[in-house]
């Protein structure tokens, strides 16, 4: 009896090293990045530091999640970044025209949900591969961004109210990084307790699977699209909040960040899984890095092969060591 209880311990622990394995390589690679850089520099572990990070990192987390769903689907958006600069070029534009703060928000929320609903269309009706689509609405949407500014940052000037989104603290913790873990939280329950969370993952794992037993596959694919353009509209806005300007060169290779943080969290390129909390993860393994290499004096020419090789380094982890780790588990149950 006593054996029998042992074996299936031991294989209940090796299944759930199997199901969460990714995500608890993130984990352990996020403490040790944690670890390194706190004790490299003595600024790093200080408030203000951890503060800045998680204001920093929040623009690339709100699209994270978003683009934890595109994946999902075994779809991707390269276009994110480009949206992020348009909306963020709009909003200073529309509001230098006197436009109320707040319905320039409203405004450029319905801007981010066209372009991603355009894109959508294009992808789940149309059949053209979301690579293809996404890839040419990076350069359409960068060029529109560049064309409306002329290539010139457009300040934002007397705007408090909108200042306060991207600049302002709630209880001493940054109002960006709040947003950005609100909407983290709500794609948690999205997908762990809703119909519609369910729906993407069956439509990553087979869409036309999903099609036959009667759901909405065309709709929820290209519904993810929009809920990218929402995420960037939202990211393009705290960008402007902060920096109090608008710019058609904002987010220059956020997609590249974003996808990065998606998959280095465990969310897989071929579709139907997802973890959001891998998501999170992610994210912050990124943003933590490049600030620790800052705070060290690393070139910020060279922080960018730096970033690529520990990214690269994380994935291949998870992939390789937490997968023989697996089966050298099940072997001895």
């Known amino acids: 009896m006593a054996v029998y209880t042992e074996r299936k311990a031991g294989s209940a622990w090796a299944d759930f090293i199997g199901e969460h394995a990714q995500v608890l390589s993130?984990?352990?690679?996020?403490?040790?990045?944690?670890?390194?850089?706190?004790?490299?520099?003595?600024?790093?572990?200080?408030?203000?530091?951890?503060?800045?990070?998680?204001?920093q990192a929040a623009p690339i987390l709100i699209v994270a999640v978003a683009m934890t769903l595109v994946i999902t689907t075994a779809g991707i958006d390269l276009s994110v970044g480009s949206q992020v600069a348009l909306v963020n070029a709009v909003c200073a534009i529309a509001i230098g025209a006197g436009l109320p703060w707040p319905v320039v928000v409203l405004l450029m929320l319905a801007l981010?949900?066209?372009?991603?609903?355009?894109?959508?269309?294009?992808?789940?009706?149309?059949?053209?591969?979301?690579?293809?689509?996404?890839?040419?609405?990076?350069?359409?949407?960068?060029?529109?961004?560049?064309?409306?500014?002329?290539?010139?940052?457009?300040?934002?000037?007397?705007?408090?109210?909108?200042?306060?989104?991207?600049?302002?603290?709630?209880?001493?913790?940054?109002?960006?990084?709040?947003?950005?873990?609100?909407?983290?939280?709500?794609?948690?329950?999205?997908?762990?307790?809703?119909?519609?969370?369910?729906?993407?993952?069956?439509?990553?794992?087979?869409?036309?699977?999903?099609?036959?037993?009667?759901?909405?596959?065309?709709?929820?694919?290209?519904?993810?699209?929009?809920?990218a353009g929402l995420a960037s509209a939202v990211a393009g806005m705290l960008i402007a909040a902060r920096l109090g300007s608008g710019s058609s060169n904002a987010a220059q290779g956020f997609e590249l960040?974003?996808?990065?943080?998606?998959?280095?969290?465990?969310t897989s390129l071929m579709g139907g899984k997802a973890s959001m909390l891998?998501?999170?993860?992610?994210?912050?393994?990124?943003?933590?890095?490049?600030?620790?290499?800052?705070?060290?004096?690393?070139?910020?020419?060279?922080?960018?092969?730096?970033t690529g090789a520990i990214i690269l380094i994380a994935i291949w982890l998870n992939t390789k060591l937490f997968d023989r780790g697996l089966r050298i588990g099940k072997a001895r149950t």
């Open 112 to 227: 981010g949900a066209g372009v991603g609903a355009v894109q959508g269309w294009f992808i789940s009706y149309q059949g053209i591969p979301a690579f293809i689509v996404t890839l040419a609405g990076l350069s359409i949407l960068r060029g529109f961004a560049l064309y409306l500014t002329e290539g010139y940052s457009i300040p934002i000037t007397n705007v408090p109210g909108f200042f306060w989104l991207g600049r302002g603290t709630l209880a001493g913790f940054p109002v960006p990084a709040l947003i950005a873990l609100l909407i983290a939280a709500l794609g948690f329950v999205v997908m762990l307790r809703t119909q519609y969370g369910r729906q993407v993952i069956a439509v990553g794992s087979n869409m036309e699977a999903a099609r036959r037993v009667g759901m909405p596959a065309k709709r929820v694919l290209a519904s993810v699209y929009v809920v």
């Open 26 to 55: 993130i984990a352990m690679f996020f403490l040790l990045c944690m670890t390194i850089f706190g004790l490299s520099s003595s600024t790093f572990l200080t408030t203000g530091n951890l503060l800045n990070v998680l204001r």
């Open 257 to 266: 960040q974003v996808i990065a943080a998606v998959v280095l969290g465990g």
């Open 278 to 306: 891998g998501t999170v993860l992610g994210t912050m393994t990124i943003a933590v890095i490049g600030n620790g290499l800052i705070l060290l004096h690393i070139s910020p020419f060279f922080t960018q092969i730096v």
